[in-house]
Structure formats: C-alpha cells, structure tokens
C-alpha cells in the first residue's frame, strides 16, 4: 500500500444532504489519516477544477449525498478531469438515483417490490389533485408512502394513511423534487444491507435492523445518536438472511454499481424481503448503517476505506 499516499476526499455539496455528507466526510477522513495518509479535505466549488488541475491527488474520495453527490455528475467531472475516484461511474449512479427506474431494473432481476406510481408535480396541477389522488388511493390501497424520485436522508418522504395526508404528503415532497413516488406502505422491519468489493469480487455485508424510537425512520432518526435501535445482524433467521444479501447483491450488480453500496429493504413477519432502494455513496457518520456492518463483519472501517481508494488508484 506504499504506492498510495494522498488522498482528496470530497464533502459538503449543496444537496439538504450537506450536513451528513460533512460528517461522512470526516469520519472517513480521520480514518484514512490513522493510517499514515496525507487526506485533504474539500467542498464542490468553482475552486475544485483548477485544484483537480494544479495539483491533482492519487485519488478522490467522494462522499457526496443528494443531487450532483450520487446523480453521476461529479463523478462524469472526475472522468474529464482524468482522476480516479472510488464509487460507482456515472451512468450506474444516474440510473441508481433515480429510484423508480432503478426499482424496475432490480425488479426485473427477481426482487420484489412495493406496488406504486410515479407522477411529476405537474400532473397533479394538470389533471386536478382531488381526482387523481383518489385514483391512486383507490389503485393501491392505503396506507401509501410518499417520497421524491430522487434523493436521500429521507427528506420528503412521508407515510399517508387517507387522502388529506397524500395531498400533504405531495406537498413536502415537490419541495425537494419535481416527481413523487407514491408507494403502497410495507410494514415490516427496516434493513440496510451494504455490500462491499475491494478487489475480490461483491459480497454483501451483515444485514443491519433499524428500529427507530418514533416507529419512523426519517431525518431525525437517522442522525441522532439514541434516536433509533440497530441490531447488527440482524435478528432474522438464516434464510431471511441470505435472501436480503442476495436482494442486495442483485440490485448491486444489476444498476452496475462498484466498490460499495447500500440497499435498503423490508422484511414482512413471514420472511418476505421486498426491495426499497439503493444507494450509491452510503452514510459514513457515527449513526449510519454501512460502518456498522463493516464492523460487524470483523472488519477495520479504516482498513477498507483505504483498500476502496487504493484499488480506485490502481483502476485509474
């Protein structure tokens, strides 16, 4: 690993997402320092390019949350700029932010998923919001679950038991983007399965329970320490197990995604798992999923992000 010495790990971004993807940043940061290399830390800015320019690193790290974050945009700046990055390219990342054509290209790979619809804001103004919201109530039952097509940290995204909370739960969501994706509610326990490849091939990691303490997952769950429950692995049995990695695995392999990634599914009292997500720069803060499962796995969170960047190093 001699080879490998500097490293610029880009944090921040202009997404609502800007706070976490700074913790993430850091905490990754930090580890990659513990071991001996030179990190630098930035911010998505007008500075990035002549800095990619003047004095390009070994490798970039980006953790990046939101919109440019995982949308493929600066990974398509990396590729112009000719300097390697870990994650995803920017196709696989362009198709994996948008979460009802990834849904349907994991789907068609055998996974299960939630039932739902995908409408742009206009179509409510348009067609008139009562009589399509008793449409899609009466389509796919209630309670529904509303969240924006593209996006993360749950911003957006709201449970809707009647058509007055549809209508409100619309409203959040078209403020953080222009399409809704309304979705039958699964009730089940909430799982996030990362998988991990440096260098060896995919493997899922151990699957992580959420159970929140307000029986919501959202933004305030997510990032509060002692807001919410996770039980690494899982308590599920043996055969749950490997049909949430697999699941993870698929979806992984089939949007083209690389390095590492984060699906999240839903496990019903009978064992079914049903797909939710996928993420393609996953949360790396003191209360995100993917290094406690890395931990659960016996492994050093540290170790791995230095194995991610050198084998973005060597690909470049």
């Avoid at 493997?203 to 509060?224: H, K, M, W």
Wanted: hydrophobic content about 45%; proline content about 7%.
């Amino acid at each position: 690993m001699a080879d490998l010495d500097r490293v610029l790990v880009l944090a921040g971004g202009m997404s609502p997402e800007h706070e976490v993807s700074v913790r993430s940043g850091r905490r990754v940061a930090e580890s990659l320092r513990r071991l001996g290399l030179e990190v630098q830390i930035a911010d998505v800015d007008a500075s990035l390019l002549s800095s990619l320019a003047d004095d390009p690193p070994q490798v970039v790290f980006p953790v990046l949350h939101g919109a440019s974050g995982e949308d493929g945009a600066i990974r398509e700046v990396m590729e112009l700029s000719g300097v390697p990055y870990v994650g995803a390219p920017p196709q696989a990342c362009r198709v994996a932010f948008a979460k009802p054509t990834a849904k349907a290209l994991v789907a068609e790979r055998g996974a299960e998923v939630a039932r739902g619809v995908t409408l742009p804001k206009s179509a409510f103004h348009d067609l008139g919001a009562p009589a399509l919201l008793e449409r899609i109530v009466a389509a796919l039952g209630s309670p529904l679950f509303v969240k924006p097509d593209q996006g993360g940290s749950a911003f957006g995204a709201t449970p809707a038991d009647s058509v007055e909370e549809l209508s409100a739960a619309l409203v959040s969501c078209f403020a953080y983007s222009d399409a809704a994706l309304v979705e039958e509610r699964l009730s089940g326990t909430e799982i996030a399965v990362g998988v991990l490849d440096t260098g060896e091939g995919p493997f899922a990691l151990p699957p992580v329970e959420i159970v929140p303490d307000g029986g919501v997952y959202d933004y305030t769950a997510r990032y509060t320490p002692g807001r919410t429950e996770f039980f690494c692995p899982a308590r599920l049995a043996e055969e749950t197990v490997r049909a949430a990695t697999e699941t993870a695995l698929t979806a992984h392999r089939a949007l083209g995604l690389r390095d590492f990634s984060r699906t999240d599914l839903i496990v019903d009292s009978g064992g079914r798992v049903r797909f939710l997500e996928v993420n393609v720069a996953p949360g790396m803060t003191e209360t995100s999923t993917f290094p406690l499962a890395v931990a659960a796995a016996g492994l050093d969170f540290a170790v791995v992000c230095r194995d991610l960047a050198h084998r973005a190093m060597l690909r470049g």
